[in-house]
């Protein structure tokens, strides 16, 4: 079976991680966003609305039809035109990269994972340009149907049929909270000045907070709010980063491939890597993304700190994936760790939530 890819339509194809999605969807040989948004940033522009019209530079488009084309393009997806790309959110860099291909209008646009990481409005938005690419057919593959519209299919053994939505996940049994940890007022802040490998200077000094910050031994602290609110920024300077005061607090970055530092998954992970059985000697960019966001949990949980910071641990996570991490946080909390964590998907916390203490902070408010 192929779907009927007609330009003006939306389709969608979920499967399990390590069913080749990725690679099915490159044999039809048409342009991609892979789920590594950075991989199609270039950083060689200053602002976004420059890198949005970089592609349409290399393919000398008429001027006045590259500035109509990247108008809509950030109407679409809703970015500050004069905003540092290096400097934007995760979610937010999903969504430029995103429009960075879009608008170069390709016969076939394929989009690898693109809602992992967005909050509910930039969700929105993505299936607002997806509609709006009248001669564009969009190919979305996923772990998960989204509701926008079109045909939904599974791919299953290299093979599409009929989607069916997955079983609910079995979940830990509940788990009661301990004493509470205080982790004092924190301000995360990001950019400003200059570091020695920049050629130019950074824009002003983005800040979040001050925040104070509490969380039960065993329990979570969820922290909300939209793409660029400073949730990871906060995380960020909770562990000691960018130049916030030390505490005994591991971080889980969002960005997997961040985090490996070690050139074998034995190495990366330590003699856990058998609870997922997982090849000691490989490397750890080998991995399918559901695997190495496991394989990132374990290695970050190893550390043994009292406190973890969970930046969007539930990207990149199939349905099998989504399981095997509830049950690897269960253990975390068990254990007497807190958890303070971001996400934008409200039903993973909510399975969260029914085996652990939540507590939830905004940082829209």
């Not at 995103?98 to 929105?124: H, K, T, W, Y």
């Not at 964590?341 to 829209?364: G, N, P, W």
Request: net charge negative.
């Amino acid at each position: 079976m192929r779907p009927d890819l007609i330009p003006g339509t939306i389709t969608q194809v979920i499967g399990a991680s390590g069913q080749g999605l990725t690679r099915w969807a490159r044999s039809l040989g048409h342009a991609v966003v892979s789920q590594d948004a950075l991989a199609h940033v270039t950083h060689l522009r200053a602002t976004v609305a420059e890198e949005i019209a970089f592609g349409l530079e290399q393919r000398a488009v008429p001027r006045a039809e590259m500035h109509e084309r990247v108008t809509r393009m950030l109407h679409i997806i809703d970015l500050d035109p004069d905003a540092d790309p290096a400097h934007l959110s995760g979610g937010q860099t999903r969504r430029l990269a995103i429009a960075n291909v879009a608008v170069l209008e390709p016969e076939v646009l394929v989009l690898d994972d693109p809602f992992a990481g967005l909050d509910p409005a930039s969700q929105r938005r993505l299936i607002s340009l997806c509609e709006a690419l009248t001669d564009t057919a969009v190919l979305i593959l996923g772990h998960e149907a989204q509701p926008a519209p079109g045909d939904v299919f599974s791919l299953v053994d290299a093979h599409l049929t009929p989607y069916l939505p997955p079983s609910r996940a079995d979940l830990p049994a509940p788990v009661a909270p301990g004493g509470l940890i205080p982790l004092g007022e924190v301000t995360g802040r990001r950019g400003g000045a200059r570091t020695w490998w920049q050629f130019r200077s950074g824009p002003g000094e983005f800040r979040v907070g001050p925040v104070p910050l509490s969380v039960q031994a065993g329990g979570v602290l969820w922290l909300r709010g939209a793409n660029g609110s400073g949730k990871t920024t906060l995380l960020r300077a909770l562990a000691g980063l960018d130049g916030a005061p030390a505490r005994d607090v591991s971080l889980l970055l969002q960005r997997s491939a961040d985090q490996v530092v070690e050139p074998t998954v034995a190495g990366f992970v330590g003699p856990r890597h058998a609870e997922l059985g997982l090849d000691p000697d490989a490397h750890p960019l080998d991995l399918g993304a559901t695997d190495l966001r496991l394989a990132q949990f374990l290695a970050v949980a190893s550390l043994g700190r009292p406190v973890m910071a969970l930046d969007e641990p539930d990207v990149g996570l199939d349905h099998r994936g989504r399981g095997i991490m509830h049950r690897l946080i269960a253990e975390e909390l068990r254990a007497g760790t807190a958890l303070v964590l971001t996400c934008h998907d409200e039903s993973f916390v909510a399975e969260v939530a029914r085996y652990a203490a939540v507590s939830s902070l905004s940082l829209d408010e």
